[in-house]
């Protein structure tokens, strides 16, 4: 099968082409015929050599976590009604024509999804959702998003505003702020603005100031500046570090507030919380009250030009690969 390996930690050049053997699926297992494959922020990072502590890959390794597609051959103790099912996945190694997983693993795409949003939700769809579960988002609450034109942002902002929350989205540039005020966010701030913090303050409004929840997508300087835009009393999660490492969060100030921190470990989840969550967020996107916003498309073989625009940030959207 065609596949694509990372050849030595580096720039979106050392994403190669390869040919590899077509997998056999152990007992328990499948093998799924990919039609589109999940690409996410982390995927670049890990690429480049960084956080080698929390991910211990070394190349030559297939990078990529989450496909959709066609079940094709059983292994043993797999009740043959799965083969030929549309299905998404967690997988390790992502970015080929073929993927193993354990059938506990699969989730079925229902009928009205097609198959590149199932893929697209596959990490975003189950992390967004996990974090309105995590910080138990509610009508009453005025939430940051910061990062909201990512693909997981653009999914926060449509979860969060049809909860009834007041959502202030965080973006930048015209384009992407149009995008997220089009999803439902109630306000919108560019994130190039110097007095971008203070704007949001401004946004968020209500009795007393802040957001009661923040979800940072971005981390660095920016989501530490969001502590300080937190209510006392509020949630933060500090999921993102797509501007190079998570947020530098002051721990005293936030027990002082009474704001309840989560982190990345937050956001790892046990097999039946992953099947639970994905199939809510296809029902949600099969029914329209979910839309992935997919800003590329590449064919699998040109993954080398969907991590440069991924790391570009020119695209609007998400970035997928076409088997
Ligand atoms: N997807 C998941 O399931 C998942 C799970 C756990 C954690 N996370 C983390 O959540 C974050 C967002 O993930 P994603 O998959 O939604 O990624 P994404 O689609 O690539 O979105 C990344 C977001 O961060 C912004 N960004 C990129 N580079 C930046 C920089 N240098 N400084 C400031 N902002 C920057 C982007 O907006 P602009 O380029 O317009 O600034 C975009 O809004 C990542 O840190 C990721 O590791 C994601």
Do not use: C, N
């Not at 211990?56 to 066609?70: A, C, K």
């Not at 959702?129 to 138990?136: I, K, M, R, V």
């Not at 100031?209 to 660095?220: F, K, N, Q, W």
């Amino acid at each position: 099968m065609r596949a694509v390996q990372v050849k030595e930690f580096g720039g979106p050049e050392v994403l190669i082409p390869v040919e590899l053997p077509d997998p056999v699926p152990g007992p328990g297992e499948v093998v799924i015929d990919v039609a589109y494959v999940d690409t996410i922020f982390v995927e670049t990072q890990i690429r480049a050599g960084q956080g080698r502590d929390h991910f211990p890959v070394s190349p030559p390794y297939v990078p990529g976590g989450g496909v959709s597609g066609v079940v094709r051959v059983v292994g043993a103790g797999v009740p043959a009604e799965w083969l030929g099912r549309r299905v998404s996945s967690f997988v390790t190694g992502s970015y080929a024509e073929r993927a193993v997983a354990p059938v506990s693993a699969l989730t079925a795409v229902p009928d009205p999804l097609d198959l590149l949003s199932a893929a697209a939700l596959v990490h975003d769809g189950v992390t967004a959702l996990g974090l309105l579960g995590l910080t138990a988002l509610g009508e009453t609450d005025r939430v940051l998003v910061l990062g909201a034109s990512g693909g997981m942002g653009t999914l926060l902002v449509q979860l969060a505003q049809a909860r009834g929350a007041r959502v202030v989205a965080v973006a930048r540039g015209e384009e992407k702020l149009a995008l997220v005020r089009e999803l439902g966010a109630d306000a919108v701030v560019d994130a190039t603005r110097d007095d971008w913090a203070a704007a949001a303050r401004h946004a968020l409004g209500g009795p007393i100031e802040g957001a009661d929840v923040v979800l940072d997508g971005v981390g660095g300087a920016v989501g530490a500046a969001a502590l300080s835009l937190t209510a006392d009393g509020g949630r933060f999660s500090a999921h993102g570090a797509a501007s190079g490492g998570f947020a530098p969060l002051d721990t005293e100030d936030a027990a002082r507030r009474a704001i309840e921190l989560f982190g990345i470990a937050d956001v790892q989840f046990g097999p039946a919380d992953l099947h639970r969550l994905t199939s809510e967020a296809h029902t949600a996107a099969a029914t329209g009250r979910l839309r992935p916003v997919i800003g590329g498309v590449f064919p699998l073989a040109r993954a080398a030009e969907a991590h440069a625009a991924i790391e570009g940030r020119g695209l609007v959207g998400k970035v997928m690969l076409r088997v």
